[in-house]
């Protein structure tokens, strides 16, 4: 399968808002794809749509073949949201053993999940004690426990010291070699250079769906973030 997820003509509505505006694109499998683009440009929207839990007003979201939100996909589809999703009376161990037993995999697993996101040291600690990062990193551990071919990140590094961002960014890449397909939203742009490709999004259109290397060709410059301001000024000029 070239395209692990095939997005077409996706519209959604938010009240009397139209949040996202027929939006068409393909995500190559085994790639980290990055979802780049300001506050309220429809990113959380979008992944929402990803793993079939949006309401979309019209056109479909296919995720390895099956509409998004099939039953079949929920062992295969990790989804990790901004807010934790994880069991604040809990310890972090407890957490992940708990995540783990529910794709039938057991402690040696778990342990492992959260040694990739660096919080075997903290595996003893309460989920309400944590800090915000902390959380996070045991949402995803708990994401990462099952093993999806999918792996929906929002936002997974706000909050996160530069040493462990980079430490997640060369575990998501290790994931994607591995063969896992990975949507990694933020909206800071000097993070959209890790990503293998980039779908750049603002007030719900989608600007570019391209590699930074030829975002870059395109607008003449290596600055990642003067190219997306140089494709919102080109849009501008179009409609002006």
């Known amino acids: 399968m070239d395209s692990a997820v095939t997005v077409t003509d996706l519209v959604v509505d938010r009240g009397a808002r139209q949040v996202l505006k027929g939006l068409s694109f393909a ?16 990113k959380t929207t ?27 996909l929920r062992a295969l589809v990790g989804y990790v949201t901004q807010s934790p999703s994880v069991y604040a009376d809990l310890t972090v161990r407890e957490n992940a053993r708990y995540f783990a037993a529910l794709y039938g995999r057991g402690a040696r697993e778990a342990d492992a999940a959260l ?5 075997a040291d903290a ?23 099952g093993s999806p071919e999918v792996l929906v990140l929002d936002e997974p590094t706000v ?21 896992t ?4 939203s933020s909206h800071v742009m000097d993070e959209a250079g890790r990503c293998d490709r980039l779908l750049l999004l603002r ?31 080109n849009r501008q000029e179009v409609a002006a």
């Open 27 to 42: 995500v190559p499998t085994g790639q980290v794809t990055g979802l780049l683009g300001p506050s309220g440009s429809g």
């Open 123 to 145: 595996a003893g600690q309460l989920v309400r004690d944590l800090s915000g990062g902390q959380m996070g990193r045991a949402s995803l551990a708990c994401a990462l426990v």
């Open 46 to 72: 979008l992944m929402r749509a990803l793993v079939g839990v949006q309401v979309v007003r019209s056109g479909e979201v296919t995720v390895l073949g099956r509409p998004a939100g099939s039953p079949e």
């Open 159 to 179: 909050g996160l010291d530069p040493l462990l961002r980079v430490e997640l960014w060369e575990k998501f890449h290790a994931l994607a070699a591995a063969g």
């Open 181 to 184: 397909t990975l949507i990694v």
């Open 115 to 119: 040694r990739d996101v660096g919080l």
């Open 203 to 233: 007030e719900g259109e989608l600007l570019a769906d391209d590699t930074p290397a030829q975002l870059r060709a395109i607008s003449g410059s290596d600055d990642l973030e003067e190219a997306f301001l140089t494709l919102v000024r």
